[in-house]
T-cell receptor, first 115, second 108 residues
Framework: DTGVSQNPRHKITKRGQNVTFRCDPI?????LYWYRQTLGQGPEFLTY????????KSRLLSDRFSAERPKGSFSTLEIQRTEQGDSAMYLCASSRDRGSGAEAFFGQGTRLTVV | QQQVKQSPQSLIVQKGGISIINCAYENTAFDYFPWYQQFPGKGPALLIAIRPDVSEKKEGRFTISFNKSAKQFSLHIMDSQPGDSATYFCAASNQFYFGTGTSLTVIP
């Protein structure tokens, strides 16, 4: 399967714990995006990378959130000291860099439940 | 601040009917307007997209109508089928801003 892969698919954690999610983009895509989606809402942009550079970060992303994309390949999203409000689906997408309009392909997401 | 406003929140259409979903945006710098389809448990998948230099784009049963002066665009699904039942999202400016989604149900 050459699509965007996200792991784990589901994560249940206790409030206050740290969690890390991984995204493997389509191999030739140099743009990678992270989103958060809650029930009944559209994806909310969190951050995006062009190769290994983090070019934009939403003001919705608190200091407890950090994302990395070492070597411009896979990416990780870490949430520290999780809160119940962090419970959501976390989506990753990747695209080619052809300026605006490059089609983004989404992974199936990681569903986080904070108890 | 919602960059892209989408309506209706839900839509029920008879099989064979036309489904219409509307979106409006504020930022005139936006230059790419995709529509995504999402099934339960799956990530969104690109359905069709348009740039503001054209007023309409059609791909099969799916058509985007774009009104640059009104800053509005809409998705029309012709001959709606039960398999079209899903949540649809409009978006703007690459993949940065999404609407709140429309849950479409097509009744056989």
């Amino acid at each position: 399967d050459t699509g965007v892969s996200q792991n784990p698919r589901h994560k249940i954690t206790k409030r206050g714990q740290n969690v890390t999610f991984r995204c493997d983009p389509i191999s030739e895509h140099n743009r990678l995006y992270w989103y958060r989606q809650t029930l009944g809402q559209g994806p909310e942009f969190l951050t995006y990378f062009q190769n290994e550079a983090q070019l934009e970060k939403s003001r919705l992303l608190s200091d407890r959130f950090s994302a990395e994309r070492p070597k411009g390949s896979f990416s990780t999203l870490e949430i520290q000291r999780t809160e119940q409000g962090d419970s959501a689906m976390y989506l990753c997408a990747s695209s080619r860099d052809r300026g605006s309009g490059a089609e983004a392909f989404f992974g199936q997401g990681t569903r986080l439940t904070v108890v | 601040q919602q960059q892209v406003k989408q309506s209706p929140q839900s839509l029920i259409v008879q099989k064979g009917g036309i489904s219409i979903i509307n979106c409006a945006y504020e930022n005139t710098a936006f230059d790419y307007f995709p529509w995504y389809q999402q099934f339960p448990g799956k990530g969104p998948a690109l359905l069709i997209a348009i740039r503001p230099d054209v007023s309409e784009k059609k791909e099969g049963r799916f058509t985007i109508s774009f009104n640059k002066s009104a800053k509005q665009f809409s998705l029309h699904i012709m001959d709606s089928q039960p398999g079209d039942s899903a949540t649809y999202f409009c978006a703007a400016s690459n993949q940065f801003y999404f609407g709140t989604g429309t849950s479409l149900t097509v009744i056989p």
